[in-house]
């Protein structure tokens, strides 16, 4: 296997699952594959072992409760290669708007295509202007911290 340059973080591995999950659910893609990505990248957030290392011991991963064999399959991807390639392929498929959302791994991305449609909003940037003036947190239900850091 081998070594990336760069160390991943568990939180940087359940980013990208998480961004996987948000073109997946703006792609419609089904619902339950939807959830299990966000379910995973949530998991790994909270674990106290380190992903990576557990990928470079060559630990199974999918004793691990909500992570099965693709997910599994997916983390070790990340963790070998610094990327996804199912993650870049659904990026180049899908307007710059939306592939812009993950870098907003958090952002849920049905409810900011709607407003991106509504309001005529077409970048991250305008999104976080109309945040801080107050546009959109009573008819929206957005609240300014949910974009004004990466993640």
Known sequence: MADNVHSLSNAE???????LAQLLSAQ????????AYQRAAAKIRML????EELVRDEVDLTAYAGIG?????????????????KLEKLRSQSSPELASLGDYPRLDPKRVLRVYKKLGISSI???????????LEKPWGF?????SAKG
């Open 13 to 19: 591995i359940a980013d990208r699952l998480a961004s």
């Open 125 to 135: 940037d305008a999104l976080r202007e109309k945040l801080e003036n107050g546009e």
């Open 28 to 35: 419609r893609e089904n619902p339950y594959k939807i959830k």
């Open 48 to 51: 106290s072992e380190s992903i």
């Open 69 to 85: 064999e693709a997910i599994s399959g997916a983390i070790q991807e990340i963790v070998r290669t610094g990327t996804l390639g």
């Open 143 to 147: 609240v300014r911290h949910n974009i």
